[in-house]
């Protein structure tokens, strides 16, 4: 079945220096792939998406480009800042309204 | 802003009771998904709905939730006997179509 793989649980990082999550992929079909990143006590919500190979979109200083020869689509942001503190959820669609979520990766951004 | 709303933000439950919970998916959004996010913050799909019919749901769910999503009146999800295990934060969310997901604050079930 789909499945979407974040190996780290927690990435704690010194303002200033770069972030990347990482995120691989298995679905069976060309699947749509997302970012969203939650806030204490907030809802998660869209911080990027993608369904074409070695496009980069980008929002709010991150971007991710999906690789599907590697299926991954790793986040990546050149500067972190105490803001971007969150839970960050990679996830997959295939088209069927069935979304796939990895297990999470834990950002903490200290000064 | 997402305006997808959840009520109650927070329910105290004893084991055996039902809990209930509600959902307002955001206006013209066909496509309404519950989610349980665990204290790990691991997200297990429970169960998705597109205009009213069940499109997909777990075992889980099937078997010990009861669920709806009728037109004009707040989506549900009832847990009939609670368990400890169920205690978590519960999402709803909602689309229009499948490039972007938009959720709710969730529901936060204690289970004592």
């Known amino acids: 079945g789909d499945s979407v793989t974040q190996t780290e649980g927690l990435v704690t990082l010194t303002e200033g220096l770069p972030v990347m999550l990482n995120c691989t992929y298995q679905?069976?079909?060309?699947?749509?792939l997302f970012w969203y990143v939650q806030h204490l006590n907030e809802a998660p919500k869209l911080l990027l998406k993608s369904f074409t190979d070695n496009k980069r979109p980008e929002h709010q200083g991150f971007h991710a480009t999906l690789h599907k020869s590697s299926s991954s689509f790793h986040l990546q942001k050149s500067s972190a800042q105490l803001s971007d503190s969150a839970l960050y959820y990679c996830a997959l669609d295939t088209g069927n309204y069935k979304y796939v979520f990895g297990a999470g990766t834990r950002l903490k951004v200290i000064a | 802003n997402s305006k997808v709303i959840q009520t109650p933000r927070y329910l105290v439950k004893g084991q055996g009771q039902k809990a209930k919970m509600r959902c307002i998916p955001e206006?013209?959004?066909?496509?309404v998904f519950w989610y349980q996010q665990n204290k790990n913050n691991e997200f297990k799909f429970l169960i998705n709905f597109q205009n009213q019919e069940v499109l997909q749901q777990i075992d889980m769910t099937e078997k010990r939730f009861s669920a709806e999503c009728p037109s004009n009146s707040p989506c549900s999800l009832e847990i009939q006997s609670s368990e400890a295990g169920d205690s978590a934060l519960y999402l709803c969310?909602?689309?229009?179509?499948?490039?972007?997901?938009?959720f709710g604050k969730g529901t936060r079930l204690t289970v004592v």
């Open positions: 679905s069976t079909y060309s699947p749509f």
């Open positions: 969310a909602s689309t229009e179509t499948n490039t972007e997901v938009f």
């Open positions: 206006k013209g959004h066909p496509v």
